[in-house]
């Protein structure tokens, strides 16, 4: 069974509207033998005559009666599927979105970014969740409609990206710790008993490294899986805690936070998605609001 040729559904609908071979001719901007041979194609496929002559006109046939409303709005459906998507109107919009993010980034931005959302949108819901790696699993599977972070090796290649704000390691400890007197030293810094914050729990991160060449070492007492879990062990203990200035800065108005006495790598934070969500209206609408909220000092 050969596949049907859905172009003709566009050629039947002129047709059946005008009734007349010569105007939806014109009207299609086809000659009046391509026409005819149209007609004849449409004869072939649907095994009916469609329009028949009486007296110097043509009329339709049952079939056709019974075709021309449901012909109409099939090419009005297409029409709309193959059209650019409009411009969400986000008072009505109903949607939930998914969005990865570390627990520094959601309690320094989600607020503001959760009380813009519903603002413009009261339809929409934002749901965070925990992001335990860097694999692009969950975007690519549509588990996750937006993430953000550091881009990493294993950031899958297909993967947008779009810069959100840059970020550098800060020190942190208690109001009235050791290191809040006196000249802060990398030997003094390095001397101190630490807090590290990783994922995947290693012991060792940018800092030690960094150290290793001014041949010094650092204690680390305690590995922890984030940053507001090492701030809380910072504020009741002399351990100190390396954490990004942008990402905690919420976390950290009761304590004392200092410039890291060695030079660490500046942080590129992003915001990734899968392409299949660059044309999406009511995407593009969050991709711009996470811009927004992020660009606010």
Not at 161 to 177: I, K, M, N, P, S
């Amino acid at each position: 069974m050969q596949k049907p040729d859905f172009n003709l559904l566009h050629t039947l609908d002129v047709l059946l509207a005008e009734g007349n071979v010569a105007r939806a001719a014109r009207r299609l901007q086809l000659s009046p033998s391509a026409m005819s041979r149209a007609l004849a194609r449409l004869r072939e496929t649907t095994g009916d005559p469609l329009l028949v002559r009486a007296g110097r006109g043509l009329v339709p046939t049952p079939r056709a009666l019974a075709l021309r409303d449901q012909v109409s709005q099939l090419v009005q459906d297409a029409t709309t599927v193959l059209r650019p998507a409009r411009q969400v109107d986000l008072a009505t919009l109903e949607r939930s979105f998914t969005l990865r993010c570390n627990e520094g980034f959601v309690e320094t931005f989600g607020p503001q970014l959760i009380a813009r959302a519903a603002a413009l949108a009261p339809g929409v819901r934002l749901r965070f969740v925990q992001k335990p790696d860097k694999q692009s699993n969950a975007l690519r599977d549509g588990i996750v409609d937006l993430e953000t972070g550091v881009i990493g090796k294993d950031t899958g290649p297909e993967v947008r990206t779009q810069a959100l704000f840059r970020d550098r390691f800060v020190g942190v400890v208690r109001l009235g710790h050791p290191l809040t007197r006196g000249k802060l030293t990398p030997e003094r810094y390095a001397a101190g008993d630490h807090v590290l914050v990783s994922r995947r729990g290693l012991d060792r991160g940018p800092v030690d490294d960094v150290l290793d060449a001014m041949q010094l070492q650092r204690r680390v007492a305690a590995i922890v899986g984030g940053f507001s879990t090492a701030l809380a062990i910072a504020r009741a203990s002399d351990l100190i805690a390396g954490v990004p200035e942008r990402h905690t800065r919420s976390l950290r108005a009761d304590m004392h936070t200092f410039a890291l006495p060695v030079a660490t790598p500046v942080l590129t934070v992003s915001m990734l998605w899968h392409p299949r969500m660059d044309a999406d209206p009511a995407h593009i609408w969050l991709r711009a609001l996470v811009r927004e909220v992020c660009a606010t000092p």
